[in-house]
């Protein structure tokens, strides 16, 4: 194939803790919580709330009393607010709304122009006006309680909205998870490839994708069956997964093919990785699969293309593109090798040497 090289073959701070009790009457209502309400579940395990108000007495008493439940910080504006939540990454904002500076609504704003904290649950708390309630749902408030809060029922919102939030983020985990594997699936990995090609273009980091087909499953399934081939499939995705550092990202694109991403790797490297992962796939047996498969060498064809400063492609597709056309021609040349993309088409295959 013009455009491919063959690489081998076999063929923060303050605030942090909760503060002391105040004296004298609270400005939040009764904040009494006994200690066996504790939730059970996710509340349990210590959720993590950032509090914001620009009023020291209702600051202290809030950190006071929820920090009995949850594990607290607080805030004093909208911009130390946006600093602490993008440094710590809450499971739950609790926000004033006016404060001087950047007030709540502008906060929250900021916060959901960035996908790391776009999905953090805010409430908004405040002295109540006609228009207030509707502004800060349209803002995205998961919640809305007028000031004074009684104590009871903003603990049972916080969990409400806790709770609301872990199952949306189930919810999206299933949506986004191979059922067979527990890797990515086709449509988290069209979203993390956008994210990642996006960040290498912006910073001018390089990016490699890398594209894996199991060999020969038709013949494992005719020979051994279907439950023989998915067991294989699963020993692949559980041997690829421990091959991955934090920054890679692997999933199942169908059927027996696999898609890798690796951040900060240039072709040459990932042709590394790559190797690595076929020449230790030959040492895999899969587990409780038909005892004749038990002689039998699971090997992968691997097409790898990548994003560099130098050559910019068109789009994150285009470059899943050029790492499938990369495993076309690695299966095309007898299986079980690592074909590179090329970046000029029309340059002449190479070939590298490698242990027989």
């Known amino acids: 194939m013009a455009g491919a090289t063959i690489v081998s073959s076999a063929n923060p701070g303050a605030r942090n803790t909760p503060a002391g009790a105040n004296g004298g009457a609270s400005p939040l209502g009764r904040l009494t919580v006994q200690a066996d309400d504790r939730p059970t579940g996710e509340a349990a395990a210590r959720s993590k709330v950032l509090v914001v108000d620009d009023d020291d007495a209702t600051l202290e008493a809030l950190l006071s009393l929820l920090g009995a439940r949850y594990d607290v910080q607080g805030a004093q504006d909208g911009v130390e607010a946006v600093e602490r939540v993008r440094a710590w990454l809450p499971d739950l904002v609790l926000m004033d709304v006016d404060m001087p500076a950047t007030d709540g609504l502008a906060a929250r704003e900021e916060l959901s122009h ?55 983020r189930m919810l999206k985990a299933l949506a986004q998870t191979d059922a067979l594997t527990g890797l990515a699936n086709y449509r988290a990995l069209t979203d ?31 020979v051994f069956g279907h439950d023989t081939g998915n067991r294989a499939i699963v020993a ?36 590394v990785f790559a190797e690595r992962l076929r020449q230790g796939l030959r040492k895999l047996r899969v587990p409780g699969a038909d005892p004749r498969l038990a002689d039998l060498e699971l090997t992968v064809s691997i097409g790898i293309a990548g994003e560099w400063r130098e050559a910019r492609k068109q789009s994150a597709d285009a470059l899943l593109q050029a790492s499938d056309l990369a495993l076309y021609e690695a299966k095309h040349q007898g ?20 242990d027989a």
């Open 114 to 168: 960035d996908e790391r904290t776009a999905s953090i649950p805010v409430i908004f708390v405040s002295a109540p006006t006609a228009d207030l309630p509707v502004r800060c749902f349209e803002a995205g408030a998961a919640d809305y309680i007028p000031k004074p809060i009684p104590g009871p029922e903003l603990v049972a919102r916080i969990d409400r909205s806790l709770r609301e939030s872990a199952e949306r």
């Open 236 to 271: 692949l995705a559980q041997f690829l997964a421990d091959c991955l550092r934090d920054a890679d990202f692997a999933a199942r694109f169908g059927g027996d093919e696999f898609v890798v991403i690796l951040p900060y790797q240039a072709p040459a490297e990932a042709a």
């Open 192 to 222: 993390r490839l956008e994210h990642e090609f996006r960040r290498a273009s912006r910073y001018e980091y390089p990016v490699s994708v890398v594209s894996i087909d199991l060999d020969r499953l038709k013949e494992i399934n005719d």
């Open 335 to 354: 299986r079980n090798q690592v074909v590179v993309y090329e970046r000029a088409l029309g340059e002449r295959s190479e070939e590298v040497p490698h």
